[in-house]
T-cell receptor
Framework: GAGVSQTPSNKVTEKGKYVELRCDPI?????LYWYRQSLGQGPEFLIY????????DSGLPNDRFFAVRPEGSVSTLKIQRTERGDSAVYLC??????????????FGPGTRLLVL | AQTVTQSQPEMSVQEAETVTLSCTYD???????LFWYKQPPSRQMILVIR??????QNATENRFSVNFQKAAKSFSLKISDSQLGDTAMYFC????????????FGKGTRLHILP
């Protein structure tokens, strides 16, 4: 089927505003991950969902960042009171879960967030 | 904590030549996965090759192969007969051998294939 999709592709906002970034995983993938990639760096883990619940949110930088996955499929990453330092590409990935040899994560094209 | 180090920020090679990208990592885990991902300008992160640490045989995928040295904690990627389409950022990455865990990425190597 289709790969991981992310919307919007690009988002420009002003400092202090609220933004939502959406991820639609591959159909049937129960595990979903968010990563953040700053300019010139490798992606850094933010949060991981297994089904509807956040199994590991240790990478969220502070309480301005929050993510949900209410029906175990689409996920939304929410950033409150955006700061210029939040500017980055936000990548989403999904994988099959609990099946040996099926842990490969498939990435979406990312959302480039620019905070002015 | 796990770390992944890529010591070559940028490399260039002529088309059809062979190039090797270096990667070292640090972990106290005995079993884990290692990956090489490719990220072209489109931003799409594409899995190139994967190695399971308990397998001694080096993984190969067509023109791509790895040299996995577990004791040295080294995991290099060799691209044979390089093509213009291989131009991209390449990330070495680590994941613990449990289902559903986060990937730890290196900072990447920017590879240019010259015509």
């Amino acid at each position: 089927g289709a790969g991981v999709s992310q919307t919007p592709s690009n988002k420009v906002t002003e400092k202090g505003k609220y933004v939502e970034l959406r991820c639609d995983p591959i159909s049937g993938h129960t595990a979903l991950y968010w990563y953040r990639q700053s300019l010139g760096q490798g992606p850094e883990f933010l949060i991981y969902f297994q089904g509807t619940g956040a199994a590991d949110d240790s990478g969220l930088p502070n309480d301005r960042f929050f993510a949900v996955r209410p029906e175990g499929s689409v996920s939304t990453l929410k950033i409150q009171r955006t700061e210029r330092g939040d500017s980055a590409v936000y990548l989403c990935a999904s994988s099959l879960s609990r099946r040996q040899g099926q842990e490969t994560q498939y990435f979406g094209p990312g959302t480039r967030l620019l905070v002015l | 904590a796990q770390t992944v180090t890529q010591s070559q920020p940028e490399m260039s090679v002529q088309e059809a030549e062979t190039v090797t990208l270096s990667c070292t990592y640090d972990t106290s885990e005995s079993n884990y996965y290692l990956f090489w991902y490719k990220q072209p300008p489109s931003r799409q992160m594409i899995l190139v090759i994967r190695q399971e640490a308990y397998k001694q045989q080096n993984a190969t995928e067509n023109r791509f192969s790895v040299n996995f040295q577990k004791a040295a904690k080294s995991f290099s990627l060799k691209i044979s007969d390089s093509q213009l389409g291989d131009t991209a950022m390449y990330f070495c990455a680590f994941m613990k051998h449990v289902s559903d865990d986060k990937i730890i990425f290196g900072k990447g190597t920017r590879l240019h294939i010259l015509p």
